[in-house]
């Protein structure tokens, strides 16, 4: 059987077509499949610098935010101190005061105990003075006569000024 020719075989048309259609339209095809890949290519590339970007920005916003953190870090540290020296300043001072206000209280009852003790020794004191008046009046009554009740009146009217210069003295 003798061989078709080479135009008379529908493969060879379509080969034929399929190379002539590239030969006219694939500059075109392939500049707009070119434009169309550089256009996705721009797209990509710039969604990556925008990535790049905001990747930068978080970045110095997680720096930001760490210094801010040590810095009330540091602040919080700083209060905590400072109400610590407080709290021992104010712990000292009560102490200060309650010692202070110890003194004080033992202070007032010793001078509440000297003031009894005085109180005391004037109570006898006085007691003493009329005990031993009422015993000088017995005395005198019973065993002195007018005269010399007399001279011991004299007597101790002529004392008069002299113990009363030593009872202004004291």
Same mark, same amino acid.
């Given at each position: ?6 135009? !008379? ?7 034929? $077509? ?9 500059? +075109?095809?392939?500049?707009? &499949? ?9 797209? &990509? %590339?710039?969604?990556? @610098? =925008? ?5 930068? =920005?978080?970045? /110095?916003?997680?720096?930001?935010? *760490?210094?801010?953190?040590? $810095?009330?870090?540091?602040? !919080? +540290?700083?209060?905590? @101190?400072?109400?610590?020296? @407080?709290?021992? %300043?104010? /712990? ?5 005061? /309650? =010692? ?6 033992? *202070?007032?009852?010793?001078?509440? &105990? !000297? ?20 015993? $000088? ?18 007597? /101790? &009217?002529? *004392?008069?000024?002299?113990?009363? !210069?030593? %009872?202004?003295?004291?």
């Amino acid at each position: 059987m003798p061989e078709p020719s080479f135009f !008379a075989e529908p493969r060879s048309w379509v080969a034929l $077509a399929f190379v002539v259609f590239f030969a006219l339209f694939g500059r +075109k095809l392939w500049g707009a &499949i070119a434009a169309m890949l550089d256009d996705r290519a721009d797209k &990509i %590339r710039a969604e990556l @610098e =925008e990535a790049a970007k905001l990747r930068t =920005e978080a970045e /110095a916003m997680l720096r930001d935010a *760490q210094a801010r953190r040590d $810095a009330v870090t540091a602040e !919080a +540290k700083q209060l905590l @101190e400072g109400a610590k020296a @407080e709290a021992a %300043r104010l /712990a000292q001072a009560a102490a200060d005061e /309650a =010692e202070a206000s110890a003194r004080r209280r033992e *202070q007032m009852a010793l001078d509440r &105990i !000297a003031a009894a003790e005085k109180a005391a020794v004037d109570e006898v004191r006085t007691t003493a003075a009329e005990v031993a008046t009422v015993a $000088a009046r017995r005395v005198i009554a019973d065993g002195l006569s007018a005269d010399a009740d007399g001279r011991l009146i004299d007597h /101790a &009217i002529a *004392q008069l000024p002299a113990a009363l !210069a030593q %009872r202004r003295v004291a």
